[in-house]
DNA sequence: CTGTTAGCGCATTCAT
DNA sequence: ATGAATGCGCTAACAG
């Protein structure tokens, strides 16, 4: 019950194994009816060319990239996922898959593993704060850090525009009338976290306003936290007037801190989500394409598959997905 | 600039190939001098064995999973492929994956290049009504179906309890003192979609109320036309006083069109979501856990694998993740 | 047009 | 303990 070989289909067409090679290949160089007589034994035994020899015998890649994200289950990487496997699928490759959760150990094992098992190229969602561990380009594979700048590493990257982003909300916020915005972020640690940091403060910056630190808040990872710090914000004797969110769970632990004590208070946030609309408050997020991301990371390491063969290495490229601005109105549609 | 190999390695430890393969096998046959400079040469060559020629030449299968998903970027389909994964590397297995965007012919090429890949076995969210395309038991690899159950085709599947979910909330409905309940479903076509009818209708008969065609609306794809149909619903003469709808979709639809209209409708639906809580309606929601389906599909695909050299083929199993109530108050919380 | 030879990188045999 | 020969399945290169 073994699968057949090539062998096998020459063996029942009465021809040798190569003329079933070159028959099965299209190749024009085979009579007619030969190539007949070689599909029809080939469609009999239920013959399937074993790719794995294909590739050892022609020296190619496997026409796999990895994709190794750190939370298959937030819509996020998913959808960067999505946007990977679309452009990848266009050029003939496929996407072999690895979730770190967020540990650095098991994201070093995965590349392990996958550069074994002789991947392409490698995009990565980079879980820890040094990437060192993840230079198979000594090996001649190329890197693509998403989301995520590289450090201690020389790899392209495609970045969301964090700093913009967040600046641009802020500023409405000003531009709103607010003067007193406080900030609820990530650990300092995250590069997306200092970076909407420092968009919030050039925008209050750049309107005159102190980055008043009672009113910053960092390191909330649940909406519990966020919610908890928002309503130590709200309960400052002279609280915050308005509050920019580094991410979705900060924005969402706010906007039940702020709906339970009636405060008002402005919110604005990064990232987008489901359901805005509706929630009854005046919201400003920032939103962007997690798909382009991908498609963008994709292309990037595309482009660097082509050139291998090429001149020499050129310098790690960035790119940044733009973000848009979206408000919410505060009343239901009614 | 060329990967090296076993022969680069034995040549520079000055051994034969055969016996730095031996070395780097960890295998016992080696003087521990010996495996040490072959180890030493490894280490400065940067050797990696090549996976491909190893398991060519070791007959073995490739230790990749096919996973075929209809949409990666819906939550739920993100969070089976994270349990699959899961499940897939604590059994060294790797998932290589495929979005087929509901589309059968993209679906049928995905699982024909999978299969010439050599897959060791697959998974799939199918796309379409018939599942002949997937039978790549023939070739020795096992099919798993995930979310639908087959049809023309022998495959084990694992499903939600769509009917038992359904029927329950449904229920919920009628004892909250409603008799005249609606349904708001998906395609009569789809599986999920008739099963999720019929728990509606037992838990109407076992009331001894009657199905009310009136208040059938089927086929709404989106959020809009959701909201749309519970509008011609809610705009009947003697409207329904309760909804069951079949997916989150149709839940928000007709939470957006009862929200607008103010209109006494209790509300129920397949599909935990985000946010439910905070929507200050009174909602009922079937919930289940979508990485529990991917980690059992893995389980019975990693079943299979491992019984292909026992005994006969067992029949195709069919397991059902059970189904939670989630019930929302209406109040926001305060 | 078709067959023969040879080898991709590795590891199982059988020698030594 | 090590090495030589051999072949996994496939296909370039060179015959014929």
Redesign the interface.
Known sequence: ?N?PTVRDVALRAGVSPMTASRALQLSSKVAADTRARVFAAAAEL?Y??????R??RLGRS?G?IG?VVT???N?F???V??GI??VA?EHGL??????TAEDVERERRLVE??????IDGLIVVPAGGDHSHLALQ???VPVVLAARPPSNLAADCVLVDDFGGAREATMRLITGGRRRAGFLGLPAAAWTGSERFRGFCVALNEAGIAVDERYVRRGQRTIEDAEKACRELLALVEPPDALFCANSRNT?GA??AI??TGADVELAGFDD???AD???VPLILVAYDP?ELGREAARLLIGRLDAKSGAAESPPRRLVVPTTIRTYGGT???
């Open positions: 019950m699968a239920g399937r060319p074993n790719e794995l020899a590739n050892l496997t796999l994709l939370n298959l289950a819509p990487y998913s959808q996922a999505l496997e679309a699928r496929k996407v072999i898959l690895g979730n593993e996958f550069a074994l098992r002789r000594k090996l001649g969402l906007f039940r709906r339970a989500f489901e359901l509706v929630l009854g798909e239901p549609s009614r």
